[in-house]
């Protein structure tokens, strides 16, 4: 299958060959674990569990309060220490609410549901309700309720299962590892979300620059009608869904929409390994594949990681520091996010950890724009950086709202091309911010304004009655004065 024609994108140094010879590991069991309620896109999870309880490993200990958002489940056994405000695992590094186990060390199982024999006999919804019950989200980083995505045959008309297999961040190489050690269930995984979804193709897109995955994926999906594993472009932020649906299939999602308005449900590899480990083996997600890597890390890796392990036992694991980082990220460098501090918790979209050295993030001195051109060449989306940076610079965030910065992703193309060194993304983050809360204010201010109009509208109707009840204690104090007088 050729690549079809995209829009823009980067070719930044990938610093892949760092970590991705290292065989995903497991990791030793941390003492103590963090599990913040709020992994995931939607409503946080509630706690069924109170401090001094016992649980086991694989136990329900938050259920989801609606459809949009996730149960959480104990990585291992041990006792609820706590539940907590710690550090969020966020730029923010706001307080979080989080369950906090230590660890008895004995990783005692739970019961866990029954596996589904044969899924493909079963019908969609239990394939959906087992991958909601075992608290998946998108493994990309997204974080989207996958039984949420499941769900998406019934509301579109889809046909095409497509498996991000991209990873075009740099440093990270997680999925790729994934890829390599777990070609057979990520396979059986992607089969089992195609038949909840109802589709009956499935595309495997893999960058180019993961030879021995393509490889490996082609050979563990030969045994199967209706997939394709393709190479696509080694480009940056070809990973980015809607980027890789036009790249893979030629069909342009509008700005603001759902891939599957297209006809299109992407899900990541590592998601379709955790599906694959719910529905045939009954393990909610406890834990996942992370990358620990950087210039500044003494030995980089990839490691089955419990979710809720504090990184700076991941950073300690690897050797501790070689040099002193500038900057810890989650995820990577480009569209991932600085680290409040070492503290935090590996959660369930967290792709990788990465250490960067002074010298690989040395700042270039901001200068003039000189009109070049290139931000524009680049934005995948079309968005035209320069102009908006503008609007923004003279907080004039309704214009740069209609140029379109709600559209852009922050995949830093823009600021990572720019001759000028122009930190164009941190300004598109501040507008959104600002245009966010300003948007979100004025639903406020509209939802007060209909509480009080219906707050008025009550009263009034109060005092019609009451002028009403009035009226007819009078009508009936005079009738019998009207009897006597006749
Ligand atoms: S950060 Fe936004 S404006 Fe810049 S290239 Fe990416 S999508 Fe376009
Ligand atoms: S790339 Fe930088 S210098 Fe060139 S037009 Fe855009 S903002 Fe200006």
């Known amino acids: 299958m050729k690549n079809h024609p995209i829009r823009g994108g980067v070719h930044p140094r990938y610093w892949k060959e760092l970590a991705s010879g290292q065989p995903i590991a497991a990791f030793p069991l941390p ?4 599990l913040p309620l709020q992994q995931h896109v939607g409503a946080a999870a509630i706690p069924l569990v109170e401090p001094g309880q016992r649980v086991r490993k694989g136990e329900r200990i938050a259920l989801a309060p609606g459809a949009m958002s996730a149960p959480l489940h104990a990585p291992t056994s041990g006792v609820v220490h706590a539940i907590e405000e710690i550090t969020a695992a966020h730029a923010s590094g706001l307080p979080q609410l989080a369950i906090v186990i230590d660890s008895d060390g004995l990783d005692e ?24 019950e075992a608290g998946i989200v998108g493994q990309g980083g997204a974080v989207f309720p996958t039984a949420v995505k499941l769900g998406m045959g019934k509301q579109y008309r889809l046909d095409t299962l497509l ?94 929409r759902r891939n599957a308005e297209v006809g299109v449900v992407v899900q990541n590899v590592a998601t379709a390994l955790a599906v694959q480990r719910a529905v045939r083996h009954g393990v909610p997600l406890i834990s996942r594949v992370v990358t620990v890597t950087g210039t500044a890390v003494s030995r980089a890796g990839n490691f089955e990681v419990p979710i809720g392990t504090p990184v700076a036992e991941l950073i300690a694991h690897c050797g501790g520091y070689r040099a002193r980082p500038r900057f810890l990220v989650n995820g990577g460098p480009m569209m991932g996010f600085q680290l409040p501090d070492e503290n935090v918790p590996v959660v369930k979209g967290c792709v990788g950890i990465v250490a960067l050295a002074e010298e690989e993030t040395a700042r270039q001195p901001e200068q003039a724009c000189i009109r070049c051109g290139t931000c524009m060449d680049v934005c995948p989306i079309g968005l035209p950086p320069v102009e908006m940076a503008q609007l923004i610079r003279k907080d004039r965030l309704d214009d740069a709202a209609r140029l379109g910065v709600g559209d852009c992703i922050a995949c830093g193309s823009c600021a990572w091309a720019c001759p000028s060194h122009i930190p164009l993304v941190q300004y598109f983050n501040h507008a959104n911010g600002a245009l966010w809360t300003a948007d979100r204010q004025q639903r406020k201010n509209e939802r007060l304004r209909q509480l009080a109009e219906a707050r008025s509208a009550r009263l009034e109707a109060a005092r019609q009655e009451r002028l009403a009840a009035q009226a007819a204690r009078k009508a009936r104090a005079a009738a019998p004065r009207q009897e006597i007088s006749e």
């Open 163 to 256: 498996l991000n297999g991209a990873e075009c961040e740099p440093y990270i190489t997680s999925d790729d590892r994934v890829m390599r050690e777990h070609a057979a269930e990520v396979i059986d995984g992607a089969r089992i979300m195609a038949h909840a979804l109802g589709v009956a193709k499935i595309i495997i897109a893999i960058k180019k620059n993961k030879p021995e995955a393509i490889a490996i994926m082609r050979e563990a999906a030969r045994a199967f009608a209706g997939i394709e594993v393709v190479g696509v472009k080694i480009q940056y932020p070809i990973g980015y869904a809607q980027y890789l649906t036009q790249a893979v299939t030629g069909r342009e999602t509008p700005a603001g």
């Open 31 to 34: 003492a103590r674990l963090s």
């Open 109 to 132: 199982w739970a019961e866990l549901p029954a596996p589904l024999a044969d899924p493909f006999a079963a019908p969609p919804e239990e394939i959906v309700r087992r991958v909601a």
